[in-house]
Every structure is written in C-alpha cells, then in structure tokens.
C-alpha cells in the first residue's frame, strides 16, 4: 500500500499570500489529521476530519482551515499568512474505527513564509 | 498549558547502552500513550504505545513503562544502536467522544554514538 501523500514538499510564500496544502491518506483510511510541526512546539494539532466531517480542532486562528473530500483527500488552507506560520505540516490518517493513536504520517510539507 | 512535556531536548548514549526517554503529562483523562520517531525530513512513525490500565508493553528492543500516580511515562530502549539515532515524540490521545486528538511532546532528540 502507499502511504500518506503530501503535495508539494516545499512552499516558498510571502507574508499576506494563501497557501493550500494537499494530502492523500492511506488507501481504505478515512480519519486525516493535520499537525503543524516549530522547532519550539513540537507537534501541535491543527484539526481532524473524518468522513468530510471535522470532528476536532486545535486552538489556531480562523486563518487555518481544512476540508475533506469523498475520497478521503485532504485540502488545509492557510488565509493571509504570517512569518510565524514558517513550519513543516504533517497530515495523518487512520483507518475507520480503529483508534489507539496509532497514526500514519506523510513527510510533510515545508512552509517558508518570508 | 502544556499537557504532555518532555523536559530533556536531547540525550546522548553510547551504542549498546540503555537509552532511556522521559514524558510527563498532566490530563488524567489521557487514556492511550504513545511514542513516535522521526528522522529528518520525514514524517513521524509510529513505534510503540501503552493503554492507561496496563503499566508496561514492551516490543522488541523497546519498552515503554507508565506511572500512572505519577503521570509520568518513560520508553527504554535497549541496546541502543546508532540507527536509533533521532527525535522521539511522547503523545497522548484524549479519551471520549470527540476528544480523540493526539497530544504530542516537543521531543527528545536521541543520539547514539558508535
């Protein structure tokens, strides 16, 4: 099976610019999870969708938002970006019904707003 | 407020030597605990995790151990190799209803020399 995609790898932006983020989840997972990863913070989580559904969120500003599609792809959308928003995004999936934690990251994307 | 904390950033062990992580979490409603691994420029992977009623799982050449009264979770690995070389992650997955987003710590960085 192919793992978790994230499209592209590497974003250059400048400040005020939106960016859209993509990740394709494992094939048969229907649970995405975004994760925003700073050298300072560590892993912090950004929202989960399941099912086109957001069923959880973290505590970021209405600029970051997501979308799930039918066939479990994942959109995340960053509004009028700021310098502090420079980090890796990690997406995640986990299959339906299943959920101990375990999740199955993609290699991220490397934001650089400048 | 920090809910999961790993107060060493990086640790340093000779190969074939007990290496030994520490996580401290304050939310006693964490009922999973898990530790995840990443490399650079790669997504985190999944390596062991323990449910809140056990006190030990052990995998291999790892084993992860939680003190519940303590709220304080430790993963050892041994012998340690130069191929374990990387960031270790301690996460928690909140229990109940929507509350099932992972928690992460700000990472362990673990060297091990040859």
């Known amino acids: 099976k192919a793992g978790v995609t994230q499209t592209p790898r590497y974003l250059i932006k400048t400040r005020g610019q939106q960016v859209t983020l993509s990740c394709s989840p494992i094939s048969g997972h229907r649970s995405v999870s975004w994760y925003q990863q700073t050298p300072g913070q560590g892993l912090q989580f950004l929202f989960e969708?399941?099912?086109?559904?957001?069923?959880n969120k973290g505590n970021f500003p209405g600029r970051f938002s997501g979308r799930q599609f039918s066939n479990s792809r994942s959109e995340m959308n960053v509004s009028t970006l700021e310098l502090g928003d420079s980090a890796l995004y990690l997406c995640a999936s986990s299959p339906e019904g299943w959920d101990s934690g375990r999740r199955f990251f993609g290699s991220g994307t490397q934001l650089s707003v400048l | 407020d920090q809910q999961v904390k790993q107060n060493s950033p990086s640790l340093s062990v000779q190969e074939g030597r007990i290496s030994i992580l520490n996580c401290d979490y304050t939310n006693s409603m964490f009922d999973y605990f898990l530790w995840y691994k990443k490399y650079p420029a790669e997504g985190p992977t999944f390596l062991i995790s323990i449910s809140s009623i056990k006190d030990k799982n052990e995998d291999g050449r790892f084993t992860v151990f939680l003190n519940k009264s303590a709220k304080h979770l430790s993963l050892h690995i041994v012998p340690s190799q130069p191929g374990d070389s990387a960031v270790y992650f301690c996460a928690a997955r909140g229990s109940g209803g929507s509350n099932y987003k992972l928690t992460f710590g700000k990472g362990t960085l673990l060297t091990v020399n040859p």
């Open positions: 969708y399941f099912s086109e559904t957001q069923r």
